[in-house]
Each structure stands twice: as structure tokens, then as C-alpha cells.
Nanobody, 121 residues
């Protein structure tokens, strides 16, 4: 199985910055993509950003220009640098990995348990 451990969530003031980390471990054969979703109370989970093994990056429109996703392939770790945070960014941020596990024949998506980000004055 795959383990995804997020860290870096905190409470910050509007305009502040945070860097989230997600480290993947387990029986991973290959990774297609890693990234982040978020879910605010009463709202559906939405994509924040993703990065493929080839380096292609996608951002949600509301995040582009403020958030930056990056990865360390050797460590199976993905990061999310969040700047100019707004109260509406308050949510639980979930890391995901899309990949192939050892002894499996098809790819699947795996999720971390989430890390809380709160933006408030």
C-alpha cells in the first residue's frame, strides 16, 4: 500500500504564506502524478494543483499566481508553496498520488489524510 503524509498546515493571517509537504512511501512502482486538493466546510473537494512525472503542472484558476507546486522525485515528495493567503483559502488540504503499486496491473489514486490550513485575522 501507499502512505501519504502531509505536513505544514497552520493558522496564518491574511497575506501570509505556508509551505505544505507530502511524502509518499510504500510499495510504489511508478508515479504518474502527485498534487493537492482542498475541501472547505460545506463545499466539494476541488483541485488545487498537480504535477506529473514529466513535470507538467496544472493549477486551478483561483490559485494560479499565488500557489506554486513542486516535487522532489527522488524522495517521492510534493510541495505546495502558498503565498498571499486569503480567508477563502481556509480548508483541509489533501495530497494525492496517482501511480502504480508493485504487484498491481492498473494505476489508482491514493489520498493522504489532510492537513488543516486556516487563514484568519
Amino acid at each position: 500500500q501507499v502512505q501519504l503524509v502531509e505536513s505544514g498546515g497552520d493558522m496564518v493571517q491574511p497575506g501570509g504564506s505556508l509551505r505544505l509537504s507530502c511524502a509518499a512511501s510504500g510499495s510504489i512502482f511508478s508515479i504518474n502524478a502527485m498534487g493537492w486538493y482542498r475541501q472547505a466546510p460545506g463545499k466539494e473537494r476541488e483541485l488545487v494543483a498537480s504535477i506529473t512525472s514529466g513535470g507538467s503542472i496544472d493549477y486551478a484558476d483561483s490559485m494560479e499566481g499565488r500557489f506554486t507546486i513542486s516535487r522532489d522525485s527522488a524522495k517521492n515528495t510534493v510541495y505546495l508553496q502558498m503565498n498571499s493567503l486569503k480567508p477563502e483559502d481556509t480548508a483541509v488540504y489533501y495530497c494525492y498520488l496517482d501511480g502504480l503499486l508493485r504487484y498491481k496491473i492498473t494505476r489508482a489514486r491514493y489520498w493522504g489524510r489532510g492537513t488543516q490550513v486556516t487563514v484568519s485575522s
